[in-house]
Protein backbone atom coordinates (compact mmCIF):
# COMPACT_ATOMS: atom_id res chain seq x y z
CA UNK A 1 0.00 0.00 0.00
CA UNK A 2 1.37 3.17 -1.01
CA UNK A 3 1.50 5.99 1.70
CA UNK A 4 -0.50 8.14 0.22
CA UNK A 5 -3.32 5.47 0.05
CA UNK A 6 -3.12 5.19 3.95
CA UNK A 7 -4.70 8.87 4.19
CA UNK A 8 -7.90 9.85 4.25
CA UNK A 9 -9.58 10.77 1.32
CA UNK A 10 -10.80 15.04 1.45
CA UNK A 11 -14.16 15.23 2.63
CA UNK A 12 -15.40 18.55 1.78
CA UNK A 13 -18.43 19.63 4.07
CA UNK A 14 -21.87 19.76 1.93
CA UNK A 15 -22.13 23.61 3.02
CA UNK A 16 -18.97 24.23 1.56
CA UNK A 17 -19.91 22.82 -1.54
CA UNK A 18 -23.17 24.89 -1.84
CA UNK A 19 -21.21 27.88 -1.19
CA UNK A 20 -19.47 26.81 -4.48
CA UNK A 21 -22.56 25.31 -6.33
CA UNK A 22 -24.16 28.70 -5.85
CA UNK A 23 -21.43 30.20 -7.76
CA UNK A 24 -19.45 31.98 -4.75
CA UNK A 25 -17.64 30.72 -1.72
CA UNK A 26 -16.53 31.89 1.46
CA UNK A 27 -12.88 32.45 2.36
CA UNK A 28 -13.37 28.99 4.26
CA UNK A 29 -14.15 27.41 0.90
CA UNK A 30 -11.68 28.78 -1.03
CA UNK A 31 -9.15 27.89 1.70
CA UNK A 32 -10.24 24.29 1.54
CA UNK A 33 -9.83 24.53 -2.06
CA UNK A 34 -6.60 25.70 -1.53
CA UNK A 35 -5.56 23.04 1.19
CA UNK A 36 -6.46 20.43 -1.75
CA UNK A 37 -4.61 21.84 -4.32
CA UNK A 38 -1.19 21.78 -2.35
CA UNK A 39 -1.96 17.93 -1.95
CA UNK A 40 -2.76 17.60 -5.40
CA UNK A 41 0.60 19.55 -6.24
CA UNK A 42 2.69 17.11 -3.69
CA UNK A 43 1.62 14.15 -5.23
CA UNK A 44 2.01 15.70 -8.65
CA UNK A 45 5.24 16.78 -7.37
CA UNK A 46 6.52 13.03 -5.93
CA UNK A 47 5.49 11.93 -9.36
CA UNK A 48 7.60 13.75 -11.59
CA UNK A 49 10.63 13.50 -9.35
CA UNK A 50 10.67 9.65 -10.43
CA UNK A 51 10.60 10.58 -13.83
CA UNK A 52 12.96 13.22 -13.53
CA UNK A 53 15.90 11.01 -11.59
CA UNK A 54 16.52 9.51 -14.86
CA UNK A 55 17.16 12.08 -17.39
CA UNK A 56 20.78 13.06 -18.53
CA UNK A 57 21.30 16.65 -17.73
CA UNK A 58 24.54 18.76 -17.83
CA UNK A 59 23.50 20.52 -14.33
CA UNK A 60 23.15 19.54 -10.92
CA UNK A 61 21.06 16.13 -10.98
CA UNK A 62 17.72 16.19 -10.06
CA UNK A 63 18.04 14.39 -6.47
CA UNK A 64 20.92 16.51 -5.62
CA UNK A 65 18.51 19.66 -6.17
CA UNK A 66 16.11 18.16 -4.83
CA UNK A 67 18.06 17.67 -1.93
CA UNK A 68 18.94 21.28 -1.61
CA UNK A 69 15.22 22.43 -2.11
CA UNK A 70 13.97 19.70 0.76
CA UNK A 71 17.43 21.45 3.16
CA UNK A 72 15.91 24.92 2.31
CA UNK A 73 12.39 23.41 3.04
CA UNK A 74 13.69 22.51 6.26
CA UNK A 75 14.98 25.66 7.57
CA UNK A 76 12.31 27.88 6.07
CA UNK A 77 8.92 25.95 5.91
CA UNK A 78 6.71 28.60 5.32
CA UNK A 79 8.07 30.45 3.03
CA UNK A 80 9.25 27.47 0.41
CA UNK A 81 6.11 26.01 0.69
CA UNK A 82 4.69 29.44 -0.52
CA UNK A 83 7.51 28.67 -3.46
CA UNK A 84 6.01 24.93 -4.22
CA UNK A 85 2.56 26.50 -4.07
CA UNK A 86 3.25 29.99 -6.78
CA UNK A 87 1.10 29.16 -9.77
CA UNK A 88 3.78 29.04 -11.87
CA UNK A 89 5.45 26.05 -9.96
CA UNK A 90 2.22 24.10 -10.56
CA UNK A 91 2.69 25.34 -14.64
CA UNK A 92 6.03 23.68 -14.64
CA UNK A 93 5.34 20.54 -12.97
CA UNK A 94 2.17 19.58 -15.03
CA UNK A 95 4.21 20.91 -17.87
CA UNK A 96 7.28 18.90 -16.89
CA UNK A 97 4.55 15.61 -16.39
CA UNK A 98 3.53 16.27 -20.11
CA UNK A 99 7.14 16.46 -21.63
CA UNK A 100 7.95 13.65 -20.11
CA UNK A 101 4.68 11.92 -21.27
CA UNK A 102 4.68 13.10 -24.48
CA UNK A 103 1.86 15.74 -24.69
CA UNK A 104 3.69 18.45 -24.66
CA UNK A 105 6.79 20.69 -26.25
CA UNK A 106 9.62 22.68 -25.17
CA UNK A 107 13.02 22.92 -25.38
CA UNK A 108 16.30 20.74 -24.54
CA UNK A 109 14.18 18.45 -22.25
CA UNK A 110 17.82 19.00 -19.49
CA UNK A 111 16.82 22.85 -19.35
CA UNK A 112 12.55 22.50 -19.00
CA UNK A 113 13.73 19.92 -16.12
CA UNK A 114 16.72 21.93 -15.11
CA UNK A 115 14.15 24.40 -13.60
CA UNK A 116 14.43 22.16 -10.28
CA UNK A 117 17.74 23.72 -9.96
CA UNK A 118 16.38 27.26 -10.41
CA UNK A 119 13.56 26.38 -7.52
CA UNK A 120 16.20 25.40 -5.55
CA UNK A 121 18.03 28.18 -5.68
CA UNK A 122 15.28 30.10 -4.95
CA UNK A 123 14.38 28.25 -2.12
CA UNK A 124 17.56 28.69 -0.46
CA UNK A 125 17.71 32.18 -1.13
CA UNK A 126 14.44 32.44 0.69
CA UNK A 127 15.56 30.10 3.22
CA UNK A 128 19.20 31.52 3.75
CA UNK A 129 20.98 28.48 3.32
CA UNK A 130 23.81 27.06 1.40
CA UNK A 131 23.82 25.60 -1.78
CA UNK A 132 25.57 25.19 -4.90
CA UNK A 133 23.43 24.06 -8.05
CA UNK A 134 24.23 24.37 -11.85
CA UNK A 135 21.59 25.74 -13.61
CA UNK A 136 19.98 26.34 -17.11
CA UNK A 137 21.11 30.42 -18.27
CA UNK A 138 18.85 30.98 -21.84
CA UNK A 139 20.69 33.95 -23.17
CA UNK A 140 22.63 34.15 -19.71
CA UNK A 141 19.80 34.89 -17.64
CA UNK A 142 18.20 32.23 -14.74
CA UNK A 143 14.54 32.72 -13.49
CA UNK A 144 14.43 32.24 -9.79
CA UNK A 145 10.68 31.62 -9.39
CA UNK A 146 9.07 34.23 -6.95
CA UNK A 147 12.33 36.21 -6.39
CA UNK A 148 13.62 37.37 -10.33
CA UNK A 149 15.39 37.41 -13.08
CA UNK A 150 19.55 36.80 -12.44
CA UNK A 151 21.26 38.08 -15.61
CA UNK A 152 25.05 38.10 -16.72
CA UNK A 153 25.42 40.98 -18.84
CA UNK A 154 27.37 40.15 -22.01
CA UNK A 155 26.76 36.76 -21.78
CA UNK A 156 26.27 34.67 -25.35
CA UNK A 157 23.07 33.61 -26.11
CA UNK A 158 20.97 30.65 -26.05
CA UNK A 159 21.26 28.07 -23.37
CA UNK A 160 24.35 27.23 -21.38
CA UNK A 161 25.08 26.17 -18.16
CA UNK A 162 25.50 28.43 -14.93
CA UNK A 163 26.87 27.66 -11.30
CA UNK A 164 24.62 29.21 -8.90
CA UNK A 165 25.98 29.64 -5.28
CA UNK A 166 24.10 31.37 -2.44
CA UNK A 167 24.37 31.90 1.74
CA UNK A 168 22.49 34.17 4.06
CA UNK A 169 20.22 35.21 0.98
CA UNK A 170 23.22 36.56 -1.67
CA UNK A 171 23.35 34.85 -4.85
CA UNK A 172 26.46 34.46 -6.68
CA UNK A 173 25.91 33.53 -10.76
CA UNK A 174 28.78 32.14 -12.66
CA UNK A 175 29.21 31.38 -16.30
CA UNK A 176 31.25 33.35 -18.61
CA UNK A 177 31.04 36.20 -16.72
CA UNK A 178 30.01 36.34 -13.22
CA UNK A 179 27.64 38.68 -10.87
CA UNK A 180 26.84 38.77 -7.40
CA UNK A 181 23.07 39.70 -6.33
CA UNK A 182 20.74 39.86 -3.34
CA UNK A 183 17.83 38.76 -4.66
CA UNK A 184 14.44 40.75 -3.47
CA UNK A 185 11.27 41.00 -5.05
CA UNK A 186 10.01 44.56 -5.76
CA UNK A 187 6.58 45.46 -4.75
CA UNK A 188 4.32 48.46 -6.39
CA UNK A 189 2.36 51.06 -4.93
CA UNK A 190 3.99 51.01 -1.19
CA UNK A 191 5.68 54.52 -1.99
CA UNK A 192 8.64 53.42 -0.38
CA UNK A 193 11.88 53.39 -3.00
CA UNK A 194 11.51 49.82 -4.65
CA UNK A 195 14.18 47.86 -6.18
CA UNK A 196 15.09 48.97 -9.38
CA UNK A 197 16.03 47.10 -12.41
CA UNK A 198 19.93 46.27 -13.10
CA UNK A 199 22.13 44.79 -16.02
CA UNK A 200 22.32 41.80 -13.44
CA UNK A 201 18.92 41.72 -11.73
CA UNK A 202 15.42 42.17 -12.70
CA UNK A 203 13.19 41.62 -9.25
CA UNK A 204 9.99 40.01 -9.34
CA UNK A 205 7.55 43.03 -9.37
CA UNK A 206 4.39 42.74 -6.72
CA UNK A 207 1.16 44.04 -6.66
CA UNK A 208 0.55 45.59 -3.19
CA UNK A 209 -3.40 45.13 -2.24
CA UNK A 210 -4.24 46.79 1.40
CA UNK A 211 -6.59 45.73 3.59
CA UNK A 212 -7.46 46.57 7.33
CA UNK A 213 -6.12 43.46 8.40
CA UNK A 214 -3.21 43.95 6.54
CA UNK A 215 -0.80 44.14 2.77
CA UNK A 216 -0.64 41.50 0.59
CA UNK A 217 1.72 41.20 -2.14
CA UNK A 218 0.35 39.53 -5.68
CA UNK A 219 2.78 38.80 -8.12
CA UNK A 220 2.61 40.36 -11.49
CA UNK A 221 4.77 37.89 -12.95
CA UNK A 222 6.18 38.94 -16.42
CA UNK A 223 9.08 36.93 -15.72
CA UNK A 224 8.76 33.19 -15.15
CA UNK A 225 9.14 30.98 -17.93
CA UNK A 226 6.27 28.95 -16.85
CA UNK A 227 3.34 31.53 -16.27
CA UNK A 228 1.51 30.90 -19.29
CA UNK A 229 -0.83 27.65 -19.89
CA UNK A 230 1.75 24.91 -20.52
CA UNK A 231 4.85 25.98 -22.94
CA UNK A 232 7.66 28.04 -21.41
CA UNK A 233 7.73 31.67 -22.62
CA UNK A 234 11.12 34.08 -22.86
CA UNK A 235 10.50 37.28 -20.07
CA UNK A 236 8.30 39.93 -21.34
CA UNK A 237 9.72 43.18 -18.84
CA UNK A 238 7.30 46.01 -18.16
CA UNK A 239 8.80 48.92 -18.70
CA UNK A 240 7.91 50.98 -15.31
CA UNK A 241 5.30 52.98 -16.01
CA UNK A 242 3.67 50.16 -17.40
CA UNK A 243 4.00 47.88 -13.98
CA UNK A 244 3.12 51.30 -11.92
CA UNK A 245 -0.26 51.47 -14.69
CA UNK A 246 -1.15 47.85 -12.97
CA UNK A 247 -0.63 48.73 -9.95
CA UNK A 248 -3.22 51.72 -10.47
CA UNK A 249 -5.42 49.86 -12.67
CA UNK A 250 -5.73 47.13 -9.65
CA UNK A 251 -6.43 49.54 -6.89
CA UNK A 252 -9.02 50.91 -9.16
CA UNK A 253 -10.41 47.61 -9.75
CA UNK A 254 -10.58 46.32 -6.26
CA UNK A 255 -12.33 49.70 -5.18
CA UNK A 256 -15.04 48.39 -7.84
CA UNK A 257 -15.38 44.75 -6.10
CA UNK A 258 -15.82 46.36 -2.79
CA UNK A 259 -18.50 48.11 -4.14
CA UNK A 260 -20.40 51.64 -2.57
CA UNK A 261 -20.91 49.56 0.71
CA UNK A 262 -17.99 47.60 1.24
CA UNK A 263 -19.72 44.58 0.73
CA UNK A 264 -18.28 43.16 -1.81
CA UNK A 265 -14.50 43.15 0.18
CA UNK A 266 -14.79 39.60 1.51
CA UNK A 267 -15.40 37.91 -1.81
CA UNK A 268 -17.46 35.57 -0.68
CA UNK A 269 -20.63 35.91 -2.76
CA UNK A 270 -21.22 34.71 -6.23
CA UNK A 271 -20.06 37.12 -8.93
CA UNK A 272 -17.45 38.61 -6.12
CA UNK A 273 -13.79 37.55 -5.33
CA UNK A 274 -11.46 38.65 -2.66
CA UNK A 275 -8.30 40.01 -4.27
CA UNK A 276 -6.27 38.92 -1.90
CA UNK A 277 -6.83 35.48 -2.88
CA UNK A 278 -5.25 36.15 -6.13
CA UNK A 279 -1.92 34.46 -6.36
CA UNK A 280 -0.53 36.30 -9.08
CA UNK A 281 -1.49 38.08 -12.58
CA UNK A 282 0.33 37.40 -15.51
CA UNK A 283 0.24 40.39 -17.77
CA UNK A 284 -0.40 39.93 -21.50
CA UNK A 285 0.07 41.48 -25.00
CA UNK A 286 1.79 44.66 -23.58
CA UNK A 287 4.61 45.78 -21.77
CA UNK A 288 4.83 49.94 -22.29
CA UNK A 289 1.67 52.41 -21.39
CA UNK A 290 1.58 53.65 -25.34
CA UNK A 291 -0.13 53.04 -27.31
CA UNK A 292 -3.27 53.19 -24.38
CA UNK A 293 -4.92 50.03 -23.21
CA UNK A 294 -7.68 49.61 -24.63
CA UNK A 295 -11.14 49.87 -22.60
CA UNK A 296 -12.02 46.41 -22.86
CA UNK A 297 -9.73 43.10 -22.22
CA UNK A 298 -8.96 41.58 -25.19
CA UNK A 299 -7.58 38.50 -23.71
CA UNK A 300 -7.29 36.83 -20.58
CA UNK A 301 -6.61 33.11 -19.35
CA UNK A 302 -6.09 30.69 -16.60
CA UNK A 303 -5.57 27.16 -15.96
CA UNK A 304 -6.34 24.39 -13.44
CA UNK A 305 -2.38 23.83 -12.95
CA UNK A 306 -2.03 27.52 -11.75
CA UNK A 307 -4.65 27.77 -8.82
CA UNK A 308 -5.28 31.78 -8.14
CA UNK A 309 -3.15 32.70 -11.70
CA UNK A 310 -4.65 34.76 -14.19
CA UNK A 311 -3.28 35.86 -17.57
CA UNK A 312 -4.66 39.50 -18.10
CA UNK A 313 -3.86 41.69 -21.21
CA UNK A 314 -4.72 44.99 -19.14
CA UNK A 315 -7.60 47.30 -19.91
CA UNK A 316 -8.19 50.58 -19.66
CA UNK A 317 -11.28 50.33 -17.60
CA UNK A 318 -11.03 49.13 -14.00
CA UNK A 319 -14.55 47.43 -14.28
CA UNK A 320 -13.45 45.70 -17.18
CA UNK A 321 -10.22 44.45 -14.84
CA UNK A 322 -12.68 43.75 -12.27
CA UNK A 323 -14.73 41.73 -13.86
CA UNK A 324 -11.89 39.44 -15.56
CA UNK A 325 -10.81 39.49 -11.77
CA UNK A 326 -13.85 37.48 -11.18
CA UNK A 327 -13.83 35.39 -14.39
CA UNK A 328 -10.65 33.95 -13.75
CA UNK A 329 -11.46 33.09 -10.27
CA UNK A 330 -14.12 31.55 -11.32
CA UNK A 331 -12.32 28.93 -13.01
CA UNK A 332 -9.35 28.39 -10.57
CA UNK A 333 -12.56 27.39 -8.00
CA UNK A 334 -14.06 24.98 -10.65
CA UNK A 335 -10.54 24.00 -11.58
CA UNK A 336 -9.97 22.86 -8.19
CA UNK A 337 -13.35 21.65 -7.64
CA UNK A 338 -13.01 19.26 -10.92
CA UNK A 339 -9.42 18.63 -8.65
CA UNK A 340 -11.34 16.61 -6.14
CA UNK A 341 -14.39 15.65 -7.93
CA UNK A 342 -14.90 13.95 -11.02
CA UNK A 343 -17.77 16.54 -11.82
CA UNK A 344 -18.94 15.10 -15.77
CA UNK A 345 -18.05 12.16 -18.14
CA UNK A 346 -16.83 14.17 -21.24
CA UNK A 347 -15.85 12.29 -24.27
CA UNK A 348 -14.28 16.18 -25.36
CA UNK A 349 -16.29 16.38 -28.49
CA UNK A 350 -16.72 19.46 -29.11
CA UNK A 351 -20.45 19.76 -29.84
CA UNK A 352 -21.99 22.22 -27.82
CA UNK A 353 -23.38 25.57 -28.06
CA UNK A 354 -21.31 27.95 -25.86
CA UNK A 355 -22.91 31.86 -25.84
CA UNK A 356 -19.88 33.37 -25.33
CA UNK A 357 -17.55 31.36 -28.07
CA UNK A 358 -17.37 31.43 -31.78
CA UNK A 359 -17.01 27.73 -31.45
CA UNK A 360 -18.58 24.63 -30.42
CA UNK A 361 -17.28 23.86 -27.24
CA UNK A 362 -16.81 20.29 -25.16
CA UNK A 363 -18.80 19.56 -22.18
CA UNK A 364 -16.38 20.41 -19.87
CA UNK A 365 -15.77 23.54 -21.50
CA UNK A 366 -19.51 24.19 -21.36
CA UNK A 367 -19.61 24.15 -17.63
CA UNK A 368 -16.26 26.44 -17.24
CA UNK A 369 -18.01 28.90 -18.99
CA UNK A 370 -21.45 28.48 -17.05
CA UNK A 371 -19.73 28.74 -13.71
CA UNK A 372 -17.68 31.59 -14.92
CA UNK A 373 -20.59 33.83 -16.76
CA UNK A 374 -22.66 32.92 -13.77
CA UNK A 375 -19.43 34.73 -11.78
CA UNK A 376 -19.90 37.75 -14.41
CA UNK A 377 -23.51 37.65 -14.03
CA UNK A 378 -23.42 37.95 -10.46
CA UNK A 379 -20.84 40.74 -11.17
CA UNK A 380 -22.87 42.77 -12.95
CA UNK A 381 -25.48 42.43 -10.15
CA UNK A 382 -23.60 44.05 -7.56
CA UNK A 383 -22.76 47.18 -10.01
CA UNK A 384 -26.72 47.71 -11.06
CA UNK A 385 -27.11 47.40 -7.18
CA UNK A 386 -24.39 50.11 -7.15
CA UNK A 387 -25.28 52.38 -10.47
CA UNK A 388 -24.68 55.69 -9.73
CA UNK A 389 -26.86 56.71 -13.10
CA UNK A 390 -29.05 56.01 -15.07
CA UNK A 391 -26.08 55.30 -17.96
CA UNK A 392 -24.39 52.88 -15.38
CA UNK A 393 -27.68 51.30 -14.82
CA UNK A 394 -28.33 50.68 -18.06
CA UNK A 395 -25.00 49.05 -19.09
CA UNK A 396 -24.18 46.58 -15.53
CA UNK A 397 -28.31 45.82 -16.05
CA UNK A 398 -27.76 44.60 -19.38
CA UNK A 399 -24.44 42.78 -18.78
CA UNK A 400 -26.24 41.08 -15.93
CA UNK A 401 -29.56 40.14 -17.72
CA UNK A 402 -27.68 39.03 -20.65
CA UNK A 403 -24.97 36.59 -18.68
CA UNK A 404 -27.82 35.40 -16.28
CA UNK A 405 -29.87 33.85 -19.66
CA UNK A 406 -27.14 32.56 -21.53
CA UNK A 407 -25.58 30.99 -17.85
CA UNK A 408 -29.28 29.88 -17.40
CA UNK A 409 -29.20 28.11 -21.52
CA UNK A 410 -25.79 26.13 -20.87
CA UNK A 411 -27.27 24.88 -17.27
CA UNK A 412 -30.51 23.45 -18.58
CA UNK A 413 -27.88 21.70 -21.54
CA UNK A 414 -25.63 20.64 -18.99
CA UNK A 415 -28.61 19.21 -16.78
CA UNK A 416 -29.87 17.36 -19.80
CA UNK A 417 -26.66 16.20 -20.80
CA UNK A 418 -26.87 13.10 -18.94
CA UNK A 419 -23.24 13.41 -18.40
CA UNK A 420 -23.36 14.81 -15.01
CA UNK A 421 -21.56 12.92 -11.93
CA UNK A 422 -23.77 13.17 -8.91
CA UNK A 423 -21.00 16.21 -7.30
CA UNK A 424 -21.55 17.38 -11.17
CA UNK A 425 -25.05 17.65 -10.97
CA UNK A 426 -25.13 19.23 -6.89
CA UNK A 427 -22.73 22.12 -8.74
CA UNK A 428 -25.07 22.79 -11.50
CA UNK A 429 -28.85 22.18 -9.53
CA UNK A 430 -26.63 25.23 -7.62
CA UNK A 431 -26.11 27.28 -10.35
CA UNK A 432 -29.73 27.02 -11.65
CA UNK A 433 -30.53 27.95 -7.89
CA UNK A 434 -28.63 31.17 -8.04
CA UNK A 435 -29.37 31.99 -11.63
CA UNK A 436 -33.45 31.74 -11.58
CA UNK A 437 -33.41 33.73 -8.55
CA UNK A 438 -31.47 36.68 -10.62
CA UNK A 439 -34.08 36.00 -13.59
CA UNK A 440 -36.77 36.91 -10.96
CA UNK A 441 -35.15 40.19 -10.38
CA UNK A 442 -35.94 43.66 -11.72
CA UNK A 443 -33.17 44.78 -13.96
CA UNK A 444 -34.33 47.98 -16.69
CA UNK A 445 -36.37 46.91 -19.51
CA UNK A 446 -34.87 49.08 -22.06
CA UNK A 447 -31.72 46.65 -21.22
CA UNK A 448 -33.63 43.24 -20.95
CA UNK A 449 -34.51 44.28 -23.97
CA UNK A 450 -31.19 44.96 -25.61
CA UNK A 451 -29.70 41.39 -24.06
CA UNK A 452 -32.14 39.32 -25.08
CA UNK A 453 -31.47 40.63 -28.34
CA UNK A 454 -27.65 40.01 -28.46
CA UNK A 455 -28.28 36.33 -26.66
CA UNK A 456 -30.74 36.21 -29.64
CA UNK A 457 -28.12 37.04 -32.26
CA UNK A 458 -24.94 35.78 -30.71
CA UNK A 459 -26.95 32.35 -30.72
CA UNK A 460 -28.50 32.51 -34.01
CA UNK A 461 -25.14 33.67 -36.37
CA UNK A 462 -23.29 30.83 -34.47
CA UNK A 463 -25.69 28.32 -36.07
CA UNK A 464 -25.88 30.16 -39.24
CA UNK A 465 -21.58 30.21 -39.12
CA UNK A 466 -21.48 26.10 -37.40
CA UNK A 467 -24.62 24.19 -38.10
CA UNK A 468 -25.26 22.18 -41.41
CA UNK A 469 -29.09 22.94 -42.14
CA UNK A 470 -30.92 19.45 -41.37
CA UNK A 471 -34.56 19.45 -41.37
CA UNK A 472 -34.58 16.85 -39.04
CA UNK A 473 -37.17 17.24 -35.69
CA UNK A 474 -35.65 14.26 -34.45
CA UNK A 475 -32.47 15.40 -34.29
CA UNK A 476 -31.35 16.99 -30.41
CA UNK A 477 -31.19 21.04 -31.02
CA UNK A 478 -28.31 20.93 -28.29
CA UNK A 479 -26.51 18.22 -30.60
CA UNK A 480 -26.39 19.83 -34.17
CA UNK A 481 -24.20 18.45 -37.30
CA UNK A 482 -21.44 21.20 -37.54
CA UNK A 483 -20.23 22.46 -40.97
CA UNK A 484 -17.20 21.00 -42.14
CA UNK A 485 -16.15 24.51 -42.72
CA UNK A 486 -16.51 26.51 -40.32
CA UNK A 487 -14.10 29.07 -38.92
CA UNK A 488 -13.46 31.77 -36.00
CA UNK A 489 -15.42 35.12 -36.43
CA UNK A 490 -15.18 38.00 -34.07
CA UNK A 491 -18.31 38.39 -31.78
CA UNK A 492 -18.91 42.35 -31.95
CA UNK A 493 -22.46 42.83 -30.84
CA UNK A 494 -21.89 41.22 -27.56
CA UNK A 495 -20.18 44.44 -25.90
CA UNK A 496 -21.61 46.98 -28.30
CA UNK A 497 -25.42 46.24 -27.15
CA UNK A 498 -24.59 47.12 -24.23
CA UNK A 499 -24.98 50.97 -24.43
CA UNK A 500 -28.81 52.01 -25.36
CA UNK A 501 -27.90 53.95 -29.08
CA UNK A 502 -28.97 57.71 -28.71
CA UNK A 503 -28.65 57.93 -32.19
CA UNK A 504 -29.12 55.02 -34.21
CA UNK A 505 -27.64 54.99 -37.46
CA UNK A 506 -26.61 51.39 -38.48
CA UNK A 507 -29.03 48.34 -38.40
CA UNK A 508 -26.82 46.72 -35.51
CA UNK A 509 -27.98 50.46 -33.43
CA UNK A 510 -31.76 50.60 -34.72
CA UNK A 511 -32.18 46.81 -33.44
CA UNK A 512 -30.07 47.71 -30.19
CA UNK A 513 -32.42 50.57 -29.93
CA UNK A 514 -35.45 48.50 -30.15
CA UNK A 515 -36.30 49.87 -33.64
CA UNK A 516 -37.04 46.42 -35.42
CA UNK A 517 -38.43 47.80 -38.58
CA UNK A 518 -35.56 50.35 -39.09
CA UNK A 519 -33.19 47.55 -38.61
CA UNK A 520 -35.26 45.15 -41.09
CA UNK A 521 -34.72 47.72 -43.66
CA UNK A 522 -31.09 48.10 -43.62
CA UNK A 523 -30.41 44.44 -43.40
CA UNK A 524 -32.15 43.60 -46.18
CA UNK A 525 -30.62 46.48 -48.04
CA UNK A 526 -27.36 44.68 -47.19
CA UNK A 527 -28.56 41.17 -47.62
CA UNK A 528 -29.48 41.83 -51.24
CA UNK A 529 -25.37 42.59 -52.23
CA UNK A 530 -25.07 39.07 -50.51
CA UNK A 531 -27.91 36.65 -49.47
CA UNK A 532 -26.14 34.61 -47.09
CA UNK A 533 -23.45 36.69 -45.51
CA UNK A 534 -24.12 34.54 -41.45
CA UNK A 535 -23.73 38.38 -39.80
CA UNK A 536 -25.95 40.27 -41.86
CA UNK A 537 -29.03 37.22 -41.69
CA UNK A 538 -28.34 36.70 -38.36
CA UNK A 539 -29.63 40.56 -37.93
CA UNK A 540 -32.26 40.43 -40.27
CA UNK A 541 -33.77 36.78 -38.78
CA UNK A 542 -33.58 38.84 -35.47
CA UNK A 543 -35.12 41.70 -35.68
CA UNK A 544 -37.75 39.85 -37.95
CA UNK A 545 -38.90 37.39 -35.49
CA UNK A 546 -39.12 40.86 -33.01
CA UNK A 547 -41.61 42.52 -35.56
CA UNK A 548 -43.41 39.26 -35.94
CA UNK A 549 -43.59 37.56 -32.64
CA UNK A 550 -45.63 34.06 -32.63
CA UNK A 551 -44.98 30.32 -33.67
CA UNK A 552 -42.88 30.54 -37.04
CA UNK A 553 -40.49 33.15 -35.27
CA UNK A 554 -39.73 30.88 -32.88
CA UNK A 555 -39.31 28.06 -35.04
CA UNK A 556 -37.15 30.58 -37.17
CA UNK A 557 -35.04 31.31 -34.16
CA UNK A 558 -34.37 28.15 -32.95
CA UNK A 559 -33.08 26.61 -36.39
CA UNK A 560 -31.90 29.60 -38.27
CA UNK A 561 -30.03 27.28 -40.45
CA UNK A 562 -32.92 26.08 -42.01
CA UNK A 563 -33.38 29.46 -43.74
CA UNK A 564 -33.32 30.67 -46.94
CA UNK A 565 -31.88 34.16 -46.93
CA UNK A 566 -35.03 36.65 -47.78
CA UNK A 567 -33.07 39.76 -48.73
CA UNK A 568 -36.62 41.57 -49.68
CA UNK A 569 -37.71 42.60 -45.97
CA UNK B 1 -31.21 19.56 1.20
CA UNK B 2 -27.36 19.97 1.79
CA UNK B 3 -25.37 16.74 1.30
CA UNK B 4 -23.22 16.64 4.47
CA UNK B 5 -20.08 16.05 3.20
CA UNK B 6 -18.75 14.80 -0.02
CA UNK B 7 -15.92 12.10 -0.26
CA UNK B 8 -12.62 13.13 -2.63
CA UNK B 9 -10.71 10.25 -4.61
CA UNK B 10 -8.02 12.97 -3.73
CA UNK B 11 -5.70 11.75 -0.90
CA UNK B 12 -5.60 13.97 1.79
CA UNK B 13 -2.31 15.03 2.67
CA UNK B 14 -2.77 18.96 2.84
CA UNK B 15 -1.13 18.73 6.33
CA UNK B 16 2.04 16.70 5.14
CA UNK B 17 5.53 19.20 5.19
CA UNK B 18 7.36 18.95 1.57
CA UNK B 19 10.33 17.32 3.49
CA UNK B 20 8.38 14.65 4.11
CA UNK B 21 7.28 14.33 -0.37
CA UNK B 22 9.41 11.52 -0.32
CA UNK B 23 7.74 9.12 1.85
CA UNK B 24 4.87 9.63 -0.56
CA UNK B 25 4.29 6.95 -4.01
CA UNK B 26 4.36 8.19 -7.40
CA UNK B 27 1.41 8.26 -8.94
CA UNK B 28 -0.15 5.49 -10.68
CA UNK B 29 -0.60 6.31 -14.22
CA UNK B 30 -4.54 5.71 -14.28
CA UNK B 31 -5.29 8.06 -11.35
CA UNK B 32 -7.49 10.50 -12.45
CA UNK B 33 -5.62 13.38 -11.53
CA UNK B 34 -2.56 12.66 -13.47
CA UNK B 35 -4.34 11.68 -16.25
CA UNK B 36 -5.76 14.52 -16.77
CA UNK B 37 -2.84 16.31 -16.04
CA UNK B 38 -1.02 14.88 -18.83
CA UNK B 39 -3.92 15.94 -21.45
CA UNK B 40 -2.30 18.17 -24.01
CA UNK B 41 -3.27 21.48 -24.44
CA UNK B 42 -2.98 24.67 -25.67
CA UNK B 43 -0.82 27.93 -24.61
CA UNK B 44 -2.34 31.26 -24.93
CA UNK B 45 0.14 31.85 -27.90
CA UNK B 46 -1.98 28.84 -29.42
CA UNK B 47 -4.63 30.91 -31.39
CA UNK B 48 -8.20 30.78 -31.26
CA UNK B 49 -10.63 33.73 -30.63
CA UNK B 50 -9.48 36.69 -28.22
CA UNK B 51 -11.31 36.59 -24.88
CA UNK B 52 -11.23 34.47 -21.95
CA UNK B 53 -9.76 31.04 -22.26
CA UNK B 54 -9.19 28.32 -19.82
CA UNK B 55 -7.75 25.07 -19.99
Known amino acids: MSSEQRHTPFRMPGRLFAEVAAGGGSAEAVAFLERAERARRLLLLRTLLDRLGPLPTPLTPAAEAWGALKAAAAAAPGPVDRLLLAPATGGWIAHMLRRVHGTATGPPLWADAGHLCSLAVSASLLAGTEAELRVPLTDGAVCLPSLGLARLPGAERGLTVGRASTARGELRLVGEVSVTVRPVAAPLGTGASTVQDTPSWLPLRTLTHRTPAGSFAIPLDDLDPYRDLDDPLPPARLEEAEAVAWQRSFEEAVGVLAGRDGRGADGSGPGRVDPAAIRSVVPWGRTTVLPPAPPTVQVSASSGDSFGAMVIARPASPLALAETLVHEFQHSKLAALLHLFPLLDDDRVERYYAPWRADPRHLSGLLHGAYAFTGVAGFWRDRLADAPDGRAAEEAGYHFALRRLQSRLVVRTLLTSERLTPQGRALVTGLARTLDGWLREPVPPSAVGRARTAAALHRTEWRLRNVVPVADPASAPDTPRLRPDRASWPDVRTHAFAARPTTPRTADEHLAAGRPAAALARYADALAADPTEPHTLAGWIVAHAALEPGRTARRMLARPELLQPLPSG | ?55
Do not use: F, K, Q
Not at chain 2, 22 to 51: C, F, H, N, Q, Y
Open chain 2, 1 to 55: MVTHVWESDLADIAALPLTAVDGLSPLPPATRVLTEVLRARGGIRGGGEPGARAE
